[in-house]
Nanobody
């Protein structure tokens, strides 16, 4: 079983910054792609940022230049640094990771953490 534990989130004023962290634990041989998605009320879940290789991170156009995703491979952890936040960034943020378990790759999600940006 693989568990994704998210931390961070909360309330911040527009223009402010916030950091989210996601740590993977459990029985796996390797963590592959790892990152964050978000879902605002009444909207579909969407990509925020996802590290796919050591040199490649995919960002949503709406967060490029404002959010930075980094990874600590040794700790199976990703950190999302969010700056210049605006009310449109308000959503539940979900960590996602692909893990190799007994030779097969599975997709895992965290429980979600609320980010609220006040105007």
């Amino acid at each position: 079983q693989v568990r994704l534990v998210e931390s961070g989130g909360g309330l911040v004023q527009a223009g402010g910054s916030m950091n989210l962290t996601c740590a993977a634990s459990g029985s796996f041989s390797r963590i592959g792609d790892m990152g964050w998605y978000r879902q605002a009320p009444g909207k579909e879940r969407e990509l925020v940022a996802l590290i796919v290789t050591a040199d490649t991170t995919n960002y949503s156009d709406s967060v490029k230049g404002r959010f930075t995703l980094s990874r600590d491979i040794a700790k199976n952890t990703v950190h999302l640094q969010m700056s210049s936040l605006n009310p449109e960034d308000t959503a539940v943020y979900y960590c996602k990771a692909y893990a190799n378990v007994l030779g097969s790759v599975y997709e895992y999600w965290g429980q979600g953490t609320q980010v609220t940006v006040s105007s």
